[in-house]
């Protein structure tokens, strides 16, 4: 089995350097640093220009995965936008009393269409992941996006495995969460069917003034997608299916 590389972008330049670099597809979004929240209407439309497969994060705000009926409002409409504007797939992830939020996810698969829908690391943060997996994939869900329940998914091997083995080719899963091109072929061990990756690197640079409470005067850092680092793990992932 091919093993896929996802890229997670959040800028327009970001959009190219992984085109650049061998993505398989890409998960645009916005705010990287907070997990990653809906991008523009414009940086999505960048995004598909690009022809690489673009699946739309859909997220409206940071923190928790619980969402109010005004959240969920905005959020189908992201997920009709996107699909309208041209995005190959959404990613969504949204729990109701520690459990999917199955109405929502049932939703959001009907609105999507023909449309990929993958359900990100909300899934990491369920105590019953069985039954999350059993859930979305009588929902139609095409893919789980999983660490294996450990903040990195390099510490947590044996559980992808697990989720592989209880998918087993319901859905896909994709593997992600602090991956680079050292842990590849263990990652890939597990059976997963893609491996999601951000690639980022730090830009350094200076705010003369405070633009907010996370934001202050000084030194300041952003996370930037890195054409190196993609194509290191575009070498990596296409050396292993040399080997097979």
Do not use: N
């Amino acid at each position: 089995m091919t093993v896929a590389l996802e890229v997670a972008v959040q800028d327009p330049d970001g959009v190219l350097v992984a085109v650049r670099g061998g993505a398989d597809r890409i998960e645009l979004c916005t705010a990287l640093a907070l997990g990653g929240l809906t991008p523009s209407a414009a940086l999505i439309d960048a995004a598909v220009a690009a022809a690489t497969p673009v699946h739309v994060l859909v997220r409206p705000r940071a923190g928790g995965f619980e969402y109010s009926p005004s959240e969920v409002l905005v959020m189908l409409d992201d997920v009709r936008r996107a699909v309208d504007a041209g995005a190959h797939g959404v990613v969504v992830g949204a729990v109701r009393d520690g459990r999917v939020d199955a109405t929502l996810v049932a939703r959001v698969r009907a609105i999507a269409g023909s449309a990929e829908v993958t359900f990100h690391r909300a899934f990491d943060t369920l105590a019953d992941r069985d039954q999350a997996i059993d859930v979305l994939a009588g929902i139609g869900v095409d893919r789980i996006l999983t660490s294996g329940g450990a903040s990195r998914a390099i510490d947590a091997l044996d559980d992808i495995a697990r989720v592989v083995a209880r998918a087993d080719g319901r859905l896909e899963v994709m593997a992600g969460a602090g991956i680079d091109d050292s842990m590849v072929g263990a990652v890939a061990a597990t059976g997963v069917a893609a491996i999601h990756a951000s690639a980022k690197r730090v830009v350094d640079e200076a705010l003369q003034i405070d633009l907010g409470s996370l934001a202050g005067a000084g030194r300041s850092t952003r996370e930037a997608t890195d054409e190196r680092r993609v194509r290191a793990l575009r070498t990596t992932i296409d050396a292993l299916e040399r080997a097979r």
